[in-house]
Each structure stands twice: as structure tokens, then as C-alpha cells.
């Protein structure tokens, strides 16, 4: 029998804290509720035992949520952060970004704050290993390419600034696009649909919320030079530009369904995110890991199962799955090594990014014909074996080389 959940509620309003115990009553059997009356008695509940999910209030006296909120990411990392409030300005909200998976703005129904803690609950729990989730859990963002990150501050700091060039940008670094779509999707603008577009997710915060968020908070930095021998972020980097406008190129080849294109694109963009958390939060051992592979000649998929025991696809999906993006981007990063497991019936973004990815391997071992990553059998499953040069020619119609 599976432990109860610790679900811990902070605010300062008595009312409110009444109509959680009284709305969230179907879930006891399940969660363990706690109610704290200000951010102290949050602070010493967390102290006391470790707690799954916080939701909390931001404008208490005292120590407020944003106060809150960094205590719990600096010290509990592993907890699910969560604000439900209805008077956090903008400016507070971004200064507790990296510390917060999801916002809820009052008034909330009580069924939506349960299905919602619910979804966080499960995809939280996608990375089995429980010690690699918490150090997992340590990296609150992901660093951005120097030269993209200084063209956007460049742009934010010009008399002519163009929001259209700063989401061009954007779209093409995963750390910035990670940071706006993390913000976005966290719930601050209302129960929309999550979306996967970073160029979108600019043009919905405008120019002053971008500032606020990269820069003035520091939701994204430039990456520093590392000591990595054998892992290559900046070829990561890379990779995942190739591989989002390829993916997209063939989502597009395939339907003329713009949500699919940008759920391919992200997935292609973040489709390797997992070894960059890895690499932040493993330090050198992880470069030991990369390095075996390169030495083995076999994939860094597959030295990560052997050494770690979960795979940076699985790491990256655990991470965007928090991060609030669509079920389609986090399911494609997850298993773009194995489509078959996906247990996928139809074409999808995992298909793009499997086809992209594949197509890229291919580029790089400078082959012919079939990828040898390519998984056939999933092709064939869904009656798409046969159109290997029908991908290819769609790559290179949107001006990729291969």
C-alpha cells in the first residue's frame, strides 16, 4: 500500500483554509493535509517532516510566499511548489519563478487545485529513482548559448527594441525558451491550454516581462565555461536547433496542423535538455559517463541506463513534465530514443522528433539510407516505413542540409 502524500497549505486568511479542508474532504484517503496560518508555521512543518507538494499564498505578513517558496527550493527541493493567490503582482510572481512548478490564481475551484496537484504528483513521479529526482530537482533553470543570451540583452537594452527579434532569439536557445514557457504554462495567465511555442510565449509576456524575467531575475544565464573533457553542451545546443526545425519541417510535411509543428519544434529544441540537467547536477561524474560512451562507441543513452540507471530522456521529460509543457513535448522527449514503448497508435510530435533526431545521426555519421537509430518497427506500425526520402526531402526543403 503506497504512502499518503504530504500536501501542505499555507494562508494567512482563516476562510480560505477552511474551504480547502472542507473541498479537498474526498482526498484524504489519499493525501495527508496540513494547514499552516503563516509562513513560520509553513516553514516549521517542512522542518519538521519532508512535505510533496506545497501551496502557498504570496502576500502573508511576515514571511511571505516568495520567502516560502525559496526556503523550500534551496532546502526541499524535491517538494512541488505551488502558488495559489489572488493578489501576487507580476513583479513578485518573477522573482519567485525558479522557485515555483505552477501557479493558481484565486478564486480557485477546489476540484481544479486537486487535479491539478494530482497531474503534478504523477509526472513528478515519471523518474523512479528517488535520489536522482532530488538532485534533479536542484536545477531550477537551464543556462542559455552566451551569444543568444547577449543578443537578447543587447536587444532589451536598444531604443528600437523589437519583441519580434527577442522571440526569435528565444526560439532558438532552450535555457531562454525553457525559463518563458516554464512562466507561461505555469498558470499565470489563467487555466489556458499549455503551449509549446517560445515565440508565442514571448509575445504573451511583452517586452518588460521578458526583461523582468531573464535578466532582472535571473530566470536564464549565459553558460559558463565548464570542465567538461568529453561533454559538449554547446554541441547539445546545437543539436537541438537542428533537430527542432527538422522536426517541425516534418510535422508540417505531414499535416498542415500548426499545434503539432510547435509541439515537434519544442521537442526537437528540448529533446536533449536531460544532459544539460544532468551535467549541472552531476558534475563531473556525469562527464565520466559521457566519456565511456564516446570510448564504447555506443549511444549516451545507453552508458547513462548502464551508470545512472534512467537515461537523460527520461530526465528531460521528468523535467519539462514539472516545467508545465504539453503531454505531446514531454511524450516525445521521453521516448524519441524508443517510439515503441510510447505505446503511440498515430503520427505525433514523437514521430517528427524520432524522424529529426535520427536524420541528424545520420548527418553527423555522414551515412546513407536508414538511420541505424532509427526504430522501423514503430514506422512500420504506424504505416510510415516506406517514406524515408519523403522526411529527407522535407528537411531539405526547410533549408536544412543533410
Known amino acids: 500500500m503506497s504512502m499518503k502524500k504530504r500536501i501542505l497549505f499555507v494562508d494567512d486568511d482563516a476562510q480560505v483554509l477552511q474551504g480547502l479542508r472542507r473541498g479537498l474532504r474526498s482526498m484524504k484517503d489519499e493525501w495527508q493535509m496540513e494547514f499552516a496560518s503563516c509562513g513560520k508555521e509553513a516553514l516549521d512543518a517542512m522542518n519538521s517532516t519532508p512535505i510533496d507538494v506545497l501551496v502557498t499564498d504570496m502576500r502573508m505578513p511576515g514571511i511571505d510566499g516568495v520567502q516560502v517558496l525559496v526556503e523550500a527550493f534551496e532546502h526541499y527541493p524535491q517538494t512541488i511548489r505551488v502558488v495559489l493567490s489572488g493578489h501576487a503582482t507580476a513583479e513578485t510572481l518573477f522573482r519567485a519563478a525558479s522557485a515555483t512548478h505552477m501557479i493558481l490564481i484565486k478564486p480557485c475551484d477546489t476540484e481544479l487545485i486537486k487535479a491539478r496537484v494530482q497531474q503534478m504528483l504523477r509526472r513528478n513521479e515519471r523518474l523512479r529513482d528517488e535520489s536522482l529526482r532530488s538532485l534533479v530537482a536542484k536545477v531550477a533553470a537551464v543556462p542559455s548559448a552566451p551569444m543568444l543570451f547577449l543578443q537578447v540583452v543587447k536587444e532589451l537594452e536598444s531604443e528600437n527594441c523589437s519583441l519580434e527579434k527577442i522571440a526569435q532569439f528565444v526560439s532558438m536557445d532552450m535555457g ?163 517510439p515503441s514503448e510510447s505505446g503511440a497508435s498515430e503520427f505525433g510530435a514523437l514521430t517528427a522528433l524520432h524522424l529529426a533526431d535520427a536524420m541528424e545521426e545520420q548527418k553527423l555519421m555522414e551515412a546513407q539510407g536508414w538511420s541505424r537509430t532509427v526504430d522501423r518497427g514503430y514506422l512500420r506500425q504506424l504505416g510510415l516505413e516506406g517514406r524515408w526520402e519523403h522526411w529527407m526531402n522535407a528537411m531539405s526543403k526547410d533549408g536544412i542540409k543533410l
Open 176 to 338: 531562454m525558451a525553457a525559463s518563458v514557457l516554464h512562466f507561461v504554462n505555469s498558470g499565470y495567465f489563467g487555466g489556458r491550454s499549455p503551449i509549446s511555442s517560445p515565440e508565442r510565449a514571448v509575445h504573451l509576456l511583452g517586452v518588460e516581462a521578458v526583461r523582468d524575467l531573464l535578466i532582472t531575475n535571473r530566470a536564464c544565464s549565459a553558460q559558463r565555461t565548464s570542465d567538461f573533457r568529453s561533454f559538449d553542451a554547446t554541441m547539445v545546443w546545437s543539436q537541438g536547433i537542428g533537430a527542432s526545425v527538422g522536426a517541425r519541417a516534418i510535422a508540417y510535411a505531414h499535416s498542415e496542423n500548426s499545434a503539432m509543428a510547435d509541439d515537434a519544434f519544442a521537442a526537437g529544441l528540448f529533446h536533449d535538455i536531460g544532459q544539460v540537467v544532468l551535467g549541472r547536477a552531476l558534475g563531473t561524474f556525469y562527464d565520466s559517463v559521457v566519456e565511456r560512451a564516446l570510448s564504447r562507441g555506443e549511444p549516451v543513452w545507453m552508458a547513462e541506463r548502464d551508470v545512472i540507471g534512467s537515461t537523460h530522456a527520461e530526465v528531460g521529460a521528468h523535467v519539462l513534465g514539472l516545467w508545465g509543457m504539453p503531454d505531446a513535448v514531454v511524450d516525445a522527449v521521453a521516448f524519441h530514443h524508443s
